[in-house]
């Protein structure tokens, strides 16, 4: 044993000389034993030096019983007393069994550090630190803790770089192979609402031997389907099939396609593709599906249809995928004006009015004032399935709704005789808070009024005068365009293999984590996004016995997780599948000619999503083509809901005050 060094004490404690004069009459110092005095305790150090290999490793530690007393207990004890416990708690038992502990440990953390290739030097040195007063297995323990950290973080460096090593986002569009092997050319068809931009795209997609139309909405995809299909090619009707995530209507030798844009089929070439709304293209949540579908159609001739500050986002990105480019800038049909006034009152509604809500909440609000002052109106909202929308439009236009109370989903598609649009507000909840909404979506919902070749202009109004002023403030702001780097490209399966390919983990969290912060963004022109949602379910799903695959659908599984009836049968579905059970699809218990408006809705979406996740997983979700029956009845049930709601409100009137 080596003589320790002198001990930390506190003179506060007690007299330092008379308790090493005691230790020097008992033969301890000798031994390399030190009383201390730390922390309101007194306590024994023993000090020794083990070897391992040809190391030597210092130690001063406190022994398993080294702790004495509390130093107002211990000033207390007569000298008779304290040797007997000095004796006791310092025998040379105690201090060989602490060279045992201390020598096994030693070779315990350097054969820990050898197997991962690190330095033991740095946590040894703790053995010698006499500023801690922990007994010698609590020291150990830190040690170990502190190489387990350590570890993590070497691991945590190795995944990073080997994550980053794996996928170069610069690269990105190469991962398209078909589209990057076929000459390309982009027409860029830009121009605001009602300038018939759509219209000309759609008129050389129809004249084309074969395409595709990428639509933001299902509802957009159902149009334009049906409208693909009413058109000729060589005298006879076009064949199209129709592919959303819940809904395939195949056509046996369809030359045409109609598709949701996160349905990209990168693996079938045409001869034209129309990629509605580009200006998607900044869309926070949704935008990398435009992202993979300007970088991944594989189309001689692409059409990017949308608002005219997308133009320079187009042209950097036909730039980085050496594409030709060609741009065509549509002016307005006919014009956008301001009324003088706002509107006020709603005895100041007329017929052709669509008024402007931004929930579901004030969206019945109104529809309900507005019908009781004797309006027929038709509703429109975000949470109402295509059908049921597009039912409700067609009232509309057919004149057996005098007015349309709706959301911003009218902004997108949805073309309706809409001769006044009637803004009930320009504050709307952004996911986060409530914010003014921005100028282009102001330019957007305005632009729907005025449809051409049915009104000679469009009118705009705020309901008050708050509301009206900034309504005109919004439509003189200069657009501004979308940024030209930074678009956003999600994960897809094939990502998440290969960083677990060279990571060796597994959890749908971890993988998507890494994917945001560890693959390599060499210049920012391209960057990772995921949305919040699918992280959060990352989490819950790791949980579960399920594959990257499965975990991975089940994340994008498009239904509400703020709707409780939703969220259950999301779980549940993800429940089953890790226990590998068949989930047939039962109707509710209840009628739906029993369920409130909400009640359908949400039977509605539950069905949709659950043909979403047969389409993806059939073995154990069998029921497609009942789950595309029960939501195409409950989408009836709405829309009847909503006729007798309007009906029942406008027979509460006297007949004096109906239009």
């Known amino acids: 044993m080596t003589k320790a060094s002198a001990p930390f004490v506190s003179s506060a404690d007690g007299d330092p000389a008379e308790d090493d004069d005691l230790m020097r009459h008992l033969g301890l110092t000798e031994r390399g034993i030190a009383l201390a005095k730390a922390e309101g305790r007194v306590f024994l150090r023993i000090s020794g030096v083990v070897k391992y290999g040809d190391r030597r490793v210092a130690y001063d530690l406190v022994p398993a019983q080294g702790v004495l007393a509390k130093s107002s207990k211990w000033r207390k004890l007569d000298e008779d007393t304290r040797s007997g416990l000095l004796l006791e708690r310092a025998s040379e038992e105690v201090a060989a069994e602490l060279h045992g502990y201390v020598s096994d440990f030693v070779q315990e953390l350097a054969d820990a550090c050898d197997d991962c290739d690190m330095d033991a030097e740095p946590f040894l040195q703790a053995l010698n630190d006499m500023q801690i007063a922990e007994p010698a297995g609590m020291v150990f323990d830190r040690i170990r803790l502190r190489l387990e950290h350590a570890v993590e973080r070497e691991m945590e460096e190795q995944h990073a770089e080997r994550t980053r090593q794996s996928i170069n986002l610069a690269e990105y569009p190469a991962s398209f192979d078909l589209a990057r092997r076929i000459k390309r050319k982009f027409i860029a068809v830009l121009g605001p609402t009602n300038s018939g931009k759509t219209h000309q795209a759609i008129e050389a997609l ?132 301001m009324e003088t006034n706002a ?238 059970k068949i989930t047939p699809l039962t109707a509710n218990d209840r009628p739906l000619h029993y369920m409130n408006l909400q009640e359908v809705e949400d039977a509605c979406r539950l069905y949709s999503a659950y043909a979403w996740l047969a389409y993806r997983q059939p073995e154990y979700f069998p029921d497609t083509e009942l789950a595309q029956r029960l939501s195409r009845e409950a989408s009836e049930r709405v829309d009847s809901i909503l006729q007798e709601q309007n009906s029942a409100a406008r027979k509460r009137q006297p007949r004096k005050f109906r239009r």
């Open 206 to 337: 129809a004249k084309a031997p074969s395409g595709v139309y990428l639509a933001p909405l299902r509802l957009l995809a159902l149009e334009n389907y049906e409208r693909l299909q009413e058109m000729e090619q060589h005298g006879k009707p076009l064949k199209v099939s129709l592919v959303t995530g819940e809904e395939r209507r195949l056509v046996p030798g369809a030359t045409h396609v109609a598709s949701t844009v996160e349905m990209l089929d990168t693996q079938t070439p045409v001869d034209v593709a129309v990629i509605d709304e580009i200006q998607m293209l900044a869309d926070r949540d949704r935008g990398a599906a435009w992202t993979a579908a300007v970088c991944g159609v594989p189309a001689r001739i692409v059409y990017l249809v949308g608002a005219p500050e997308a133009r320079r986002a187009i042209e950097v990105l036909a730039a980085r995928l050496e594409c030709e480019l060609e741009v065509h800038v549509l002016k307005r049909k006919g014009p956008l004006t």
């Open 343 to 580: 509107v006020r009152k709603l005895s100041g509604l007329r017929r052709g009015d669509a008024v402007i809500c931004f929930s579901r909440r004030e969206v019945l609000m109104w529809r309900d004032m507005v019908t009781e002052m004797g309006l027929s109106v038709a509703t429109v909202y975000g949470n109402l399935s295509p059908e049921v929308r597009r039912a409700q439009a067609q009232r509309f236009r057919e004149g057996t709704a005098d007015v349309v109370v709706g959301t911003d989903a009218l902004a997108m598609g949805l073309n309706m005789p809409i001769a006044r649009v009637v803004m009930t507000t320009t504050v709307k909840y952004n996911g986060y808070e409530e914010e003014e909404i921005p100028a282009a979506l102001a330019r957007q919902i305005a632009g729907r009024a005025g449809r051409f070749g049915v009104h000679e202009e469009g009118l705009v109004a705020g309901y008050d005068n708050e509301t009206h002023n900034v309504m005109r403030s919004l439509l003189r702001e200069k657009p501004v365009p979308l940024k030209a780097t930074g678009f956003a490209v999600a994960p897809t399966l094939e990502h998440l293999h290969r960083i677990s390919s060279v990571t060796h983990e597994h959890g749908l969290a971890k993988l998507l984590k890494r994917f945001v912060h560890n693959i390599d963004v060499p210049d920012g022109f391209f960057y990772p996004r995921i949305t919040e949602e699918q992280f959060e379910r990352a989490a819950w799903l790791d949980t579960l016995q399920l594959t990257v695959a499965e975990k991975f659908a089940l994340s994008l599984v498009p239904i509400s997780s703020k709707v409780p009836s939703l969220q259950n049968a999301w779980e549940t579905w993800a429940k089953a599948l890790a226990h590998k």
